[in-house]
C-alpha cells in the first residue's frame, strides 16, 4: 500500500512538472493527443489489466454521446456511465473477475461524472448555439464526434484524482491561449506548500492515532473520553488526507493551464465562465487577453480554511471537493423531477458514487438527519444582535457542533464495512445520535422563547 501510495505520488507530481511542457504545445490537434496519450499511460501505470474497464465505458459513451439523437443521449450517458460503474466494474466478482484496483476505481468514478454530464451539457450548448452562433466552441459541441468524447474523457489533466471539468473548460484549454497570459508557477508553489503541511500533519497523526487502532482489544479497554476524543485525530488524519490528494489534482490542472479565464467573465468552480461570451470576446482579441486579470477558479475543488472555519455542515460540504458538488447540484438536484425529494436523491447519488460501502450510507445519510437540527440553531444565531457576545456564543456553539457531526460520521468513510462500524459506533454506544436528538428536543423546547413569531416569519 506504501509502495502504491508513493507511486501516486510521483506520478502526481511529474504530471505537474509536465505541465511547464503541455502549454509550450500551441497546436490544438497535436496538444489534445498529447493530453490523452499521457493521460492513457499514466491510468495503465496504476491500472495495469484494469484499463479495460474505463476504455469499454469510454468506448459505449462516446458511440452514445455522439451518434444518439440529442432528446435521449444525455439519459442514456447518464445512466450507462453509472451503470457500468455500479454494476459492471464494481461487482466483478460476480462474473468471475477479479475485483478492480482502488485507483482504477478513481478513474471510473472521474470518468462517469465525465460521460454522466457531456449529454446534458451538449443538449444546452445546441440551445446556446442558437442565441451565439459565433461562439466557436458551442460550434465544436454541435459536432462532437467519437474522438472528442474519448479525448475528453482521457485528458491527462484531472484522470487521476479529479477535479471535475465540463468538456467546455477542456476544450478551451486546448484551442484558448487564456494560460499564456498567466503566471501558472506561483498559485500552484503556494498550494504546494499547503500540500506540505497537510502532509505532515497526516503523516504524524495517522502514525500516532490509526484508524484500525478503534478495532483492537486494547482501544476497548479505554476509558469511554478516550474512545470518544479519538474522534479528533481521526478526523484529522482524514481531512488532511483529502486536502493532499485534492490539491494535487489543482495544482496539475493549473500547470497544464486548464481552468483559467479572465475574471470579469466570472468564472466559478466545475461551471467555468459564467459568463461565456465575456470569455469568448476576451479570446479573440490577443490585446485585450493581457489586460485582463485570470484566475483558476474553475478548477477550484477544495476551500481548506473555508471548511475549517465554517460553523454549518452545509457550507463546510459546499466547500469540500466544490467541482463534484457543482455537477450533483447541476445533473441530480436540478433536474430530479420531484422537488421534495431532490435532497436525498442527491445524497443517494453521492453516496452510489463513492461506492457499496456501509460506512458511506452512515456518513452521508446521517447528514440529512443532522440538517434540520442546523437549521433550527442557525434561527437562533441570526436572531442574536450582529457583534454581540450572545451571537458570538451561537456561532462557537454550532461550530462545535459542526465540527462534532463531521468528525464522527468521517468514521464511516474511514471504517467502510458494517462490521467496523459496529464495532466503533458501540463502543461510544452511538453518543453521536443521541447527542444530536436531545440538542434537537432542546432546540425546539426552547424556540418560543428564543424567538417571536415576527422574527421566526421573517427567518
Known sequence: MIIDDIIYVGLLLGLIGFGNYFRTIKNPFNKQWVSTG?????????????????IAMTIVCAVILSQLAPRIRHTASFFFSFFY????????????????????????MLMTLKYGGMGFELNSALEDFKNNPDVQCYKAM???????????GWSYMGILTGPFYRYRTYWDCINRKFSDYIECWEPTLYKIKLIGVSAVLFLFTSNIWPNFYVLTEEFQQRSFWYRLSFIIPAFLTFRTRLYVGMMFSECVCQMAGLGVYPICSQPQPGLGPKDYKAAEQIALNPEKIKDEKMDFETV?????????????????MKRWNITVQYWMATYVYKVFPWKNLRIPATFFVSTIWHGYAFGYYVGIFSVITYLPLEDLYVKFYNQAEEGSSARTRWWCLMWFMRFFCMAYLSFGFQLLTFENNYIYYKSIYLVGHIIGIIMYI????????LITKTNDQKL
Do not use: C, M, Q
Open 85 to 108: 460503474l455500479l454494476i459492471i466494474s464494481r461487482l466483478t466478482h460476480l462474473f468471475g473477475l477479479p475485483e478492480i484496483s482502488t485507483h482504477t476505481n478513481l478513474i471510473l
Open 442 to 449: 432542546i432546540g425546539r423546547t426552547l424556540k418560543p422563547y
Open 38 to 54: 499521457v493521460g492513457f499511460f499514466v491510468s495503465l501505470i496504476v491500472s495495469g489489466w484494469d484499463i479495460l474497464h474505463p
Open 300 to 316: 477550484f475543488n477544495i476551500d481548506w480554511w473555508g471548511v475549517e472555519k465554517s460553523y454549518l455542515v452545509r457550507t463546510a
Open 142 to 152: 454541435k459536432n462532437i464526434t467519437f474522438l472528442d468524447v474519448v479525448h475528453y
